[in-house]
């Protein structure tokens, strides 16, 4: 049972357009939610992360939005750049529970 | 080091031999989680350490799989005659309290190839 699911396996974007990665959930206890990236040959590094109590959090390039009404969160990358390219899965947990993860979208940003 | 410390970084071996796979978590993290990662698939969650609680082992996915965690610290996943099917990359992660709301930090994997 797929409890978090990214639909679109693959995204290429242009250098300097916005790459906006998706993540849908069906589990309304989940509190916690997180974007890592990942490029081959190492694990994937924590990217961002939102509490269910926010609709938005951003850190530089990095947007994460969430909206609980959908289940459905986001993640904007604006400008996007080749250093982007990478692997990126969403995740989510149930506070002290373990985390579920998505099956990845490989994002590649063209120079 | 400071990050979560994985080994053997690579390991191939023969079907029906064990393998074990090592973690050293970061320091101080008393949650532990062990994922793999086949060819062209997302992460699949084997089991999850939490201090001193019994481990959740719900995504163990056969008897052959087992994990323990000394002291708190170290972890080891030993997967017994081992099959081709898991041939994959082994991953763990440590954060720092369960409990709250903390990322976890990975480590690079064990890749593991069964011939």
């Known amino acids: 049972d797929q409890q978090v699911k990214q639909n679109s396996p693959s995204l290429s974007v242009q250098e300097g357009r916005i790459s906006i990665l998706n993540c849908d959930y069906t589990n309304s206890m989940f509190d916690y939610f997180l974007w890592y990236k990942k490029y081959p040959a190492e694990g994937p590094t924590f990217l961002i992360s939102?509490?269910?109590?926010?609709d938005k959090n951003e850190d530089g390039r990095f947007t994460v939005f969430l909206n609980k009404s959908a289940k459905h969160l986001s993640l904007h990358i604006v400008p996007s750049q080749p250093g982007d390219s990478a692997v990126y899965f969403c995740?989510?947990?149930?506070?002290?529970?373990?985390?579920?993860f998505g099956t990845g979208t490989s994002l590649t940003v063209i120079p | 080091g400071a990050g979560v410390s994985q080994s053997p970084s690579n390991k191939v071996t023969e079907k029906g031999k064990d393998v074990e796979l090592r973690c050293d978590p970061i320091?101080?993290?008393?949650?532990l989680y062990w994922y793999r990662q086949s060819l062209g698939q997302g992460l699949e969650f084997l089991i999850y350490?939490?201090?001193?609680?019994?481990?959740?082992k719900s995504g163990l996915p056969s008897d052959r799989f087992s994990a323990e965690r000394t002291g708190g610290s170290v972890s080891t996943l030993t997967i017994q005659r081992t099959q081709q099917e898991d041939s994959a990359v082994y991953l763990c992660?440590?954060?720092?309290?369960?409990?709250?709301?903390?990322?976890?930090?990975f480590g690079d994997g064990t890749r593991l190839s069964i011939l």
């Open positions: 350490f939490q201090g001193n609680s019994a481990p959740d």
């Open positions: 320091s101080g993290h008393t949650a």
């Open positions: 995740a989510a947990m149930h506070t002290g529970n373990q985390f579920y």
């Open positions: 939102i509490s269910s109590i926010k």
């Open positions: 992660a440590s954060s720092l309290k369960p409990g709250t709301n903390q990322p976890q930090h």
